[in-house]
């Protein structure tokens, strides 16, 4: 089976007082280009997340959404620093001896002052968080790769069929080619009677008129490529995988075959059917962009 490069999967997962959302989507790329965007809590993971998805995929520019939410009491801890207080109240004291004030210090009042009471992040049960994480990420990435595989048999089946019409394109050629060659070197002869009139015609020369003209314009050697290229591209089709680079390789050989018979091609029927061999290469090519 091939895949496309176009793909979206989704997962939610909820236990106890926890939930992640994740959401995959991608386009087609050269490489494999990941993007995620998550709380900052999870930064810790990016490594994780992002070696756990190479077993999913190996192109396409992917962006990855991660939500979580941990609806717990207990995220945060409020800590009392019973020194620093006894720190605090002391130099006030020395303050209303010094200057000869009243003592009116209030609990209110020295609780406003800095370090007294701190509030520290509850440690991070990272473990169980993975575990949750990795289960949402590849359900996910499970739903994404189904999607890919459901449009991947699509452009399997479309780009077969368009390699079947290429190959009665290249029937048509190697069926015409000769009858050019015959054209010719009758269209030569009766050129060469009307300007002689009644004398006798050179035919050695005009075999080798004939063989210069069939060697201009043979595309034999092309179209023996050309056929190769295509019923090569078809089995890989047929046997998937990762193919997406492969397969440009070939169509960049097909293309440039295609083009060394426009050249050659001094008939217009040929001409014409160069032209549509050529046009639909390029639309072979413009699907495998999107091929993995």
Same mark, same amino acid.
């Given at each position: 089976?091939?895949?496309?490069?176009?793909?979206?999967?989704?997962?939610?997962?909820?236990?106890?007082?926890?939930?992640?959302?994740?959401?995959?989507?991608?386009?087609?790329?050269?490489?494999?280009?990941?993007?995620?965007?998550?709380?900052?809590?999870?930064?810790?993971?990016?490594?994780?997340?992002?070696?756990?998805?190479?077993?999913?995929?190996?192109?396409?520019?992917?962006?990855?959404?991660?939500?979580?939410?941990?609806?717990?009491?207990?995220?945060?801890?409020?800590?009392?620093?019973?020194?620093?207080?006894?720190?605090?109240?002391?130099?006030?004291?020395?303050?209303?001896?010094?200057?000869?004030?009243?003592?009116?210090?209030?609990?209110?009042?020295?609780?406003?002052?800095?370090?007294?009471?701190?509030?520290?992040?509850?440690?991070?049960?990272?473990? =169980?968080?993975?575990?949750?994480?990795?289960?949402?990420?590849?359900?996910?990435?499970?739903?994404?790769?189904?999607?890919?595989?459901?449009?991947?048999?699509?452009?399997?089946?479309?780009?077969?069929?368009?390699?079947?019409?290429?190959?009665?394109?290249?029937?048509?050629?190697?069926?015409?080619?000769?009858?050019?060659?015959?054209?010719?070197?009758?269209?030569?002869?009766?050129?060469?009677?009307?300007?002689?009139?009644?004398?006798?015609?050179?035919?050695?020369?005009?075999?080798?008129?004939?063989?210069?003209?069939?060697?201009?314009?043979?595309?034999?050697?092309?179209?023996?490529?050309?056929?190769?290229?295509?019923?090569?591209?078809?089995?890989?089709?047929?046997?998937?995988?990762?193919?997406?680079?492969?397969?440009?390789?070939?169509?960049?050989?097909?293309?440039?075959?295609?083009?060394?018979?426009?050249?050659?091609? =001094?008939?217009?029927?040929?001409?014409?059917? =160069?032209?549509?061999?050529?046009?639909?290469?390029?639309?072979?090519?413009?699907?495998?962009?999107?091929?993995?």
């Amino acid at each position: 089976m091939i895949k496309s490069m176009t793909g979206f999967g989704r997962c939610e997962i909820a236990e106890e007082n926890r939930k992640v959302t994740v959401e995959i989507k991608s386009v087609n790329h050269r490489y494999l280009d990941v993007n995620i965007k998550m709380p900052k809590k999870l930064n810790f993971f990016d490594a994780s997340i992002r070696n756990l998805l190479k077993e999913y995929m190996q192109r396409g520019k992917v962006d990855l959404f991660i939500t979580y939410e941990d609806t717990s009491d207990n995220s945060v801890n409020v800590k009392y620093h019973p020194e620093v207080a006894a720190e605090y109240m002391g130099y006030l004291r020395q303050m209303a001896k010094d200057f000869d004030i009243d003592d009116d210090i209030r609990v209110s009042t020295l609780s406003r002052f800095p370090e007294i009471f701190t509030l520290d992040d509850v440690e991070i049960d990272e473990e =169980g968080i993975w575990k949750l994480l990795e289960k949402a990420i590849r359900g996910a990435s499970e739903s994404f790769v189904e999607t890919r595989i459901t449009e991947g048999e699509n452009l399997k089946n479309d780009l077969i069929g368009k390699l079947d019409h290429m190959l009665e394109i290249v029937d048509f050629i190697e069926d015409k080619s000769p009858q050019i060659i015959e054209d010719y070197r009758a269209g030569l002869i009766e050129r060469v009677e009307e300007m002689l009139a009644d004398a006798k015609i050179d035919m050695s020369r005009i075999v080798q008129e004939v063989t210069i003209y069939a060697d201009k314009i043979c595309v034999d050697e092309e179209m023996v490529r050309l056929r190769s290229h295509i019923e090569t591209m078809k089995n890989i089709l047929i046997e998937g995988g990762s193919i997406g680079r492969k397969l440009d390789f070939i169509a960049q050989e097909m293309n440039r075959e295609a083009n060394t018979t426009l050249s050659k091609s =001094g008939d217009l029927e040929i001409s014409n059917r =160069g032209i549509e061999l050529k046009t639909e290469i390029e639309k072979v090519r413009e699907q495998i962009q999107n091929i993995e």
